[in-house]
Every structure is written in structure tokens, then in C-alpha cells.
T-cell receptor
Framework: GAVVSQHPSWVICKSGTSVKIECRSL??????MFWYRQFPKQSLMLMAT?????????EQGVEKDKFLINHASLTLSTLTVTSAHPEDSSFYIC?????????????FGPGTRLTVT | QKEVEQDPGPLSVPEGAIVSLNCTYS??????FMWYRQYSRKGPELLMY????GNKEDGRFTAQVDKSSKYISLFIRDSQPSDSATYLC?????????FGAGTRLFVKA
């Protein structure tokens, strides 16, 4: 399957600081990328959908000013958690969409574990 | 009713058993169905996807879609301890994917 990378794989930061997470699609150009959040033993929660060159679409309840998403190229999307707080500690996973009829394949990155102290 | 329902388990089976994982979905307009495997503290890995109904086989894995009953299944033959993971089903159409809660599978050696 296709490869999606994420960096960093884990990060610890202090409350009030900002953290940037990068997501790269290595095998194909992804016009659409997704950002998810996952709490322990729970399923994926979609935070936002980003399309290259346009503003991200955020899911209800997700603060767009807190979770800044930039999809500057067909292979790179970034998520910046601004003014992080302990409740933002979670596992963040990005996903890149490969959609060529009849294929619809969504590939995930390995995830980034964020701990805010 | 959730758009994709999946029993969270856990499901525990002996090595070599045939495993059956199931989901139901509600949106009949979504034509793509996917199964993911997720190991602890890792991102989900796409195992199989099917378009519309029918079966698809890949090695020890078989994905099945029954659109009449809105039922999707993943069968794992000759299960191995390395298959122990959480399996997520997903249903998608256009650019929105709905995931099930995931079923935790344990394969005992």
C-alpha cells in the first residue's frame, strides 16, 4: 500500500506553546488529506478535511483557530495545535486520499502522540 | 443509530481459527467499503477495500459486502497471533468516510 509519513512521531510540549505536525504522502499526489484524533481504545474522530490550495473544512466542535491546517502542496499537509493545553494530549493521525475510479483508498500515517504538560 | 455499527469486542480466538468480523452500515449511497487493521499506538493500515457489493479475497483475508442487508464482513483464515489488533470497518462515498468503533481481536498461540 501507499506510504504516508508523519513527523514527529511523538512530542511533549509545555502548556501554552504551539506544536506543528507534518503529514506527507510519499507515493502519490493527494488532493485531499484528513486529520483525525484518537483517544485510547476509541475510534477515529475526524477533525478536518483539507484540500490542496483551499481552506480546510472542520468538523462540528473542532476549533479552527486552535487547530490550524495548511495543505500547501499535493504531498504535504500540516496541523498546528496552537496554545496547547493538557486536554489536547492525544494521538493525531493524518490520512491521504487516493481516489481514481473505481479506487477509493485512504491511507493513514503512523500517527503523532502529543503530550502537553 | 450510528452510521456504521461495529461490535467492539474483544474477540478472542485460538491460533488457526477462522475469524469473522462484521459491521452494519446505514447510508446506502456510500459505495466504498474498507477494512483497516490498527496495532496499538500505530496508524490504521488499509487491508482491503471493495466497491459496491460482492466478495474480494487477498491471501488469508476475504471482504464481503451484502448490500441487501447493509452488512459488511471480514474473514481471516488460519488466524495468527500477529493478527491480534483492532479492526476498523469503514464506509465511504465522495469524500466523507465513516468508521466503525473497531473490534479488538486477540489470537492466542
Amino acid at each position: 500500500g501507499a506510504v504516508v509519513s508523519q513527523h514527529p512521531s511523538w512530542v511533549i510540549c509545555k502548556s501554552g506553546t504551539s506544536v506543528k505536525i507534518e503529514c506527507r504522502s510519499l507515493d502519490f499526489q493527494a488532493t485531499t488529506m484528513f486529520w483525525y484524533r484518537q483517544f485510547p481504545k476509541q475510534s477515529l474522530m475526524l477533525m478536518a478535511t483539507s484540500n490542496e490550495g483551499s481552506k480546510a473544512t472542520y468538523e462540528q466542535g473542532v476549533e479552527k483557530d486552535k487547530f490550524l491546517i495548511n495543505h500547501a502542496s499535493l504531498t504535504l499537509s500540516t496541523l498546528t495545535v496552537t496554545s496547547a493545553h493538557p486536554e489536547d494530549s492525544s494521538f493525531y493521525i493524518c490520512s491521504a486520499l487516493y481516489h481514481r475510479q473505481p479506487s477509493y483508498e485512504q491511507y493513514f500515517g503512523p500517527g503523532t502522540r502529543l503530550t502537553v504538560t | 443509530q450510528k452510521e456504521v455499527e461495529q461490535d467492539p469486542g474483544p474477540l478472542s480466538v485460538p491460533e488457526g481459527a477462522i475469524v469473522s468480523l462484521n459491521c452494519t452500515y446505514s447510508n446506502s449511497a456510500f459505495q466504498y467499503f474498507m477494512w483497516y487493521r490498527q496495532y496499538s499506538r500505530k496508524g490504521p493500515e488499509l487491508l482491503m477495500y471493495t466497491y459496491s457489493s460482492g466478495n474480494k479475497e487477498d491471501g488469508r483475508f476475504t471482504a464481503q459486502v451484502d448490500k441487501s442487508s447493509k452488512y459488511i464482513s471480514l474473514f481471516i483464515r488460519d488466524s495468527q497471533p500477529s493478527d491480534s489488533a483492532t479492526y476498523l470497518c469503514a464506509n465511504t462515498g465522495g469524500f466523507k468516510t465513516i468508521f466503525g468503533a473497531g473490534t479488538r481481536l486477540f489470537v492466542k498461540a
